[in-house]
């Protein structure tokens, strides 16, 4: 059975799509606008300062890795006071392999690898809503070498390339909510699966997302009573049981319908609902349009 977390990279599809080396020296700063996209960076060497908007500020050390689920606003700069240069990040996708920022000449005082990928599934709001909006790891060498894998391979003309980045993206995804499950995380999937109970009922759900489900039920395998679990999980979850189990029936089902050629009485049944309309009804609810014109629409 595929645990919650390889389920959700899997509905994610993340490819790559740019990556880049960035470099600075004495005074310097850049402020990024607000991308949307996920964004990531890992530092090689030397230190840096990390400003996002809506995040607490960090300064960024060697080994150090950020994801950035839905990349908003942000700033980074050296330690030496400096005006910020503005950078639309959609231009910056054309420059050169590596960006040199502040002083020109000389060696490097931070080296980083950093860059942007897309999730190819129409949902990537709604589950990047249950991630934290910045993931800072810090000392995990694995994924500075993942980075690095990605940069060479993103920079290379190899046959089967868009198949390994596609594959090296989700491990680095992976890895770095793995990472940051011990991190004091805000409300969403990370933190319910952090918490041992909750991780039980999220696997079942996950796992039979077929099965009538009721809270009771839930509760019983995450060894809650019936009050105590749902007031937990929609603390630590963002959502509540029944929404969160409506929510994932419906990426699952939108993505069966997008990419498998599945009668819909069978994609109805897949999602736990006793028959073709009943499934209709709540898809239209959920989706704001009937299951088949959403299908329709997504071949086009």
Excluded at 19 to 41: H, L, T
Excluded at 42 to 71: H, I, K, N, W, Y
Excluded at 210 to 216: I, K, L, N, S, Y
Excluded at 272 to 293: D, E, I, L
């Amino acid at each position: 059975m595929s645990d919650p977390l390889t389920q959700f990279i899997e509905l994610l599809r993340p490819r790559a799509v740019f990556s880049k080396g960035i470099s600075g020296a004495g005074p310097w700063a850049v402020r990024y606008a607000a991308f949307d996209q996920p964004g990531f960076c890992a530092v090689l060497e030397g230190r840096c300062r990390l400003m996002v908007d809506g995040e607490e500020p960090a300064t960024l050390e060697q080994s150090d890795f950020v994801l950035l689920p839905a990349t908003p606003a942000f700033t980074m700069s050296g330690f030496e006071p400096a005006i910020p240069v503005h950078v639309d990040p959609n231009g910056a996708a054309s420059t050169a392999r590596e960006i040199r920022h502040g002083r020109a000449d000389g060696p490097a005082e931070v080296r980083l690898l950093g860059g942007y990928f897309a999730f190819d599934t129409p949902d990537a709001a709604l589950l990047v809503s249950l991630l934290p909006g910045m993931m800072h790891v810090r000392g995990v060498e694995r994924l500075t070498m993942l980075v690095r894998l990605v940069a060479e391979e993103a920079q290379s003309d190899s046959l089967g390339r868009g198949l390994v980045l596609a594959r090296l993206v989700e491990i680095l995804l992976i890895e770095a909510l793995r990472a940051s499950r011990d991190i004091d995380t805000p409300p969403g999937l990370l933190r319910g699966l952090s918490d041992t109970r909750l991780a039980r009922a999220l696997r079942d759900m996950h796992g039979d997302p077929q099965r009538a489900w009721t809270v009771v039920e839930l509760a019983d395998a995450a060894g809650m009573s019936r009050s105590a679990f749902f007031g937990h999980f929609a603390r630590a979850v963002g959502l509540r049981p029944m929404e969160y189990l409506m929510a994932w029936r419906m990426a699952v089902a939108k993505d069966m319908l997008r990419r498998e050629d599945v009668a819909l009485d069978e994609v109805a049944r897949r999602v736990g609902y006793g028959s073709a309309s009943t499934f209709s009804t709540a898809f239209s609810r959920h989706v704001g349009q009937p299951p088949g014109r959403y299908a329709h629409s997504s071949e086009n």
